[in-house]
């Protein structure tokens, strides 16, 4: 079996890869990887995915170049739903995109991520297979989304969003509540990463195996439903794109000390991501050379760093207090 290799990219540009997930159907997947750059003209439209790994067992594989690629078993299923069988699909996938086991790369691209998701046409939010209540709730959101399209209302109004939910028809049986419940506790909502992919995305669509709604339609369904939310699960949906995030603290207090307290609850397979996840969608921290990301760095160094920048120089003492947030 012929293992997939990387060849380097321009580190001193901004280049990056992109996916062409090629049309088909079935278990096997077939992709061509290639070089682009955010500050070209001639890169192709394209969709960046938001989804977590699921782990680190990469118990499937992927066709890329003609070579192999062992990915996660959700990125898979991912790569599954998402394909198209008429047309071929551009995609961003870190966990292909990037070689992983390079440091001076992962660095490089994590500087882009920014950029890589606000350039993206939509961010694809994959939330994980299906199951019945699931699609009970996408199917309601979805007549939701007719209803209100049907009135002509693309405008955030609760009030007449909550005369449209009354008008849409419910299936007997299970409740969309519960399946709307059942997706906030799904993984995605504690990965520290998501935050900066769908604060810099433009419009975003929220997947669960077939089945879509728009980011506005499935960030209105806890008001609409009586969900009542955990904190960190609502300064999640706060920064989803659209009428709403204009309306919450996200457009008031963005510095680094801020996010890392609303987000404090939020999880990373590598710690130093706590911060580095947070520094592109940050008011205060975006440019500063200190912290900018770098896994050459250990974990004790890039906490040292960020308590310089929080506390001055004479941080040394507020280590302490950073490493509770």
């Not at 000390?257 to 939020?266: C, D, G, M």
């Not at 896994?295 to 509770?324: C, M, N, W």
Request: hydrophobic share 35%; charged share 25%; glycine share 6%.
């Amino acid at each position: 079996m012929d293992i997939f290799v990387y060849e380097p990219i321009d580190l001193e540009r901004p280049a990056f890869r992109l996916l062409q997930l090629l049309r088909g159907k079935g278990p096997a997947i077939e992709c061509m990887l290639y070089q682009a750059y955010l500050d070209g003209t001639d890169t192709v439209p394209y969709d960046a995915l938001s989804y977590t790994w699921g782990g680190t067992d990469k118990a499937s594989t992927v066709r890329v170049n003609g070579k192999t690629i062992d990915v996660t078993e959700n990125l898979h299923s991912a790569l599954q739903h998402l394909r198209s069988e008429d047309i071929d699909r551009v995609l961003w996938v870190d966990a292909i995109c990037i070689d992983q086991g390079n440091e001076r790369e992962r660095g490089h691209q994590v500087q882009q991520m920014c950029k890589i998701y606000s350039q993206a046409e939509e961010v694809i939010v994959w939330l994980g297979q299906a199951t019945e209540e699931t699609n009970i709730l996408m199917d309601s959101l979805r007549r939701l989304e007719e209803c209100s399209s049907m009135h002509g209302h693309r405008h955030w109004d609760l009030a007449q969003w909550t005369t449209f939910w009354l008008l849409v028809p419910q299936d007997p049986g299970i409740e969309p509540r519960k399946g709307l419940e059942l997706l906030l506790k799904r993984p995605w909502f504690s990965r520290v990463w998501i935050l900066q992919e769908i604060a810099n995305a433009k419009r975003a669509s929220i997947w669960c195996g077939t089945k879509s709604v728009r980011e506005r339609t499935f960030a209105l369904a806890p008001s609409l439903m009586g969900v009542n939310l955990e904190r960190h699960c609502q300064a999640v949906l706060d920064i989803m794109p659209g009428h709403l995030r204009e309306e919450t603290w996200w457009s008031e207090s963005r510095d680094l000390y801020n996010l890392l307290l609303k987000f404090r609850e939020s999880e990373a397979s590598d710690s130093r991501d706590k911060i580095y996840a947070l520094l592109g969608i940050s008011s205060d921290a975006q440019d500063t050379n200190s912290l900018r990301p770098d896994y050459t760095k250990d974990l004790q160094t890039v906490i040292h760093d960020t308590s310089a920048f929080l506390f001055g120089p004479s941080g040394e003492d507020s280590r302490y207090h950073y490493q509770r947030m």
